[in-house]
């Protein structure tokens, strides 16, 4: 009985979502007791690569954010799930004339880093409510990856106020991958002061950091949102 009971409690199948998302929350709930913001955090589940019958799982589980990476991948999902009550976020690269797709079917896109792709997805968007945006910067000065300057900043957002179908909500980063912890931390640490920066001139309430391998540094450092695919859907 006792063996049984253990093999229980020890015991996890490779796709057990259900106790995926638990691990998950507990993680974010121990990172914001050790965050001075003591801000509220958003799960999003990244289900690029995943079922619909995945999707459907997580969402009995309490998860209304989903993020995708490919506009087609992530509409098709989008139509057959039309029945729950989701949020769906884009996160992956934008290719020009994938514009209208996202403004259409997504409620958040969060790597925009370009002015005319902003233009593009406002024109795009008229007669919805507005979309959602988060602004990408490449917080760790890679030259291969997406995501604007930090120094750029001021310039796009400034120009974003006059884009009516547009709610600017915040910024989002992919920091550079490195094991080193002091590196990750200081990263998330100036995301989150660039962040605060622009928060009240522009309204912002979004900070989008922290997968499943650096959610607590992130969360730990004022992420209000965490995009988490593998250690969910494994
Ligand atoms: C895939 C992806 C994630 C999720 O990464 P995991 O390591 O699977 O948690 C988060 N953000 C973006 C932009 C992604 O493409």
Sequence with gaps: MLASNRYIVYYRRMHDIPSAIDDINHRIKKAQHHSPDAQAVTLMAVSKNHSVDEIRQAYSCGIRHFGENRAQEGIGKIVQLKELTCQWHFIGPI???????????????????????????????????????????????????????????????????????????????????????????????????????????????????????????AVQHGSTMVRVGRAIFG
């Design 95 to 217: 290719q020009a004339n994938k514009t209208q797709l996202i403004a259409q079917h997504f409620d958040w896109i969060h790597s925009v880093d370009r002015l005319k792709i902003l233009q593009r997805l406002n024109q795009q968007r008229s007669s919805l409510p507005p979309l959602n945006v988060c602004i990408q910067v490449n917080i760790s000065n890679e030259p291969q990856k997406s995501g604007l300057a930090a120094s750029e900043l001021p310039e796009l957002l400034a120009a974003t106020r006059d884009l009516d179908n547009l709610q600017i909500r915040g910024l989002m980063c992919i920091p550079q991958a490195t094991t080193d912890i002091d590196t990750l931390n200081q990263t998330f640490q100036q995301m989150h002061a660039l962040y605060l920066q622009n928060a009240a001139p522009y309204q912002l309430d979004t900070l989008s950091m922290g997968m499943s391998q650096d959610l607590e540094a």
